[in-house]
């Protein structure tokens, strides 16, 4: 499976961004879908997540404030952020995870929040 991930950007605070991940390749084997995060210094964390079957996951620290999707019909993940902060700055990362538990990644795409 590949990815790639478009949309990252500078915004000012209180501004919204909407990241894309699409994937191509093997999209069969797709199961969850989802975004990482990694802030200057930092470790990855998780942002949100969203199965196959069931309802997304969201780190708190974004609750409120971001959604995300998925079309399954283009393989495509999207991570709509909203009323954004100076701590969400960090490069975003997408991610599959397959039905055998194997992890995909993208590339990193650049976020910052700053007036």
């Known amino acids: 499976v590949q990815l790639q991930a478009s949309g990252g950007g500078l915004v000012q605070p209180g501004g919204s961004l909407r990241l894309s991940c699409a994937a191509s390749?093997?999209?069969?084997?797709?199961?969850?879908m989802g975004w990482y995060r990694q802030a200057p210094g930092k470790q990855r964390d998780l942002v949100a997540s969203?199965?196959?079957?069931?309802?997304?996951n969201y780190s708190d620290s974004v609750k409120g404030r971001f959604t995300i999707s998925r079309d399954n019909a283009e393989n495509t993940v999207y991570l709509q952020m909203n009323s954004l902060k100076p701590e969400d700055t960090a490069a975003y990362y997408c991610?599959?995870?397959?039905?055998?538990?194997?992890?995909?990644w993208g590339q990193g795409t650049l976020v910052t929040v700053s007036s």
């Open positions: 390749g093997s999209t069969f084997e797709i199961n969850t």
């Open positions: 991610f599959v995870r397959s039905w055998s538990f194997r992890d995909y």
């Open positions: 969203i199965p196959g079957r069931g309802s997304p």
